[in-house]
Nanobody, 116 residues
Framework: QVRLAESGGGLVQFGGSLRLSCAAS????????TGWYRQAPGKQRELLAL???????NVADSVKGRFTISKDNAKNMVYLQMNSLKPEDTAVYYC??????????WGQGTQVTVSS
């Protein structure tokens, strides 16, 4: 079992920045993929960025150049740096942990609101 806890959301003005954090605890394997997703009201959950335990990362084209994913293995932390935020970035942001057995774990989400 893996537990995830997001933090760092809040209200930010257009063009501002936020860094989201995700603290992982529990049975964390040596091979896994973590990611950040978001879900806006009335929309499907959207993949934003992935980070593999081996080091590779991938960012969705929709936020590439503005969002960056990183991790701190020693602290079991995953981060999402978000720059040049727009009102359309307003959503609940979720951290995900995916293990080789195909299990998915989710955090409770953190709200990000970007004012125009």
């Amino acid at each position: 079992q893996v537990r995830l806890a997001e933090s760092g959301g809040g209200l930010v003005q257009f063009g501002g920045s936020l860094r989201l954090s995700c603290a992982a605890s529990g049975s964390i394997l040596s091979i896994y993929t973590t990611g950040w997703y978001r879900q806006a009201p009335g929309k499907q959950r959207e993949l934003l960025a992935l980070c593999h335990s081996g080091g590779w990362t991938n960012v969705a084209d929709s936020v590439k150049g503005r969002f960056t994913i990183s991790k701190d293995n020693a602290k079991n932390m995953v981060y999402l740096q978000m720059n040049s935020l727009k009102p359309e970035d307003t959503a609940v942001y979720y951290c995900n942990y995916h293990d080789p057995a195909g299990n998915d774990y989710w955090g409770q989400g953190t709200q990000v609101t970007v004012s125009s």
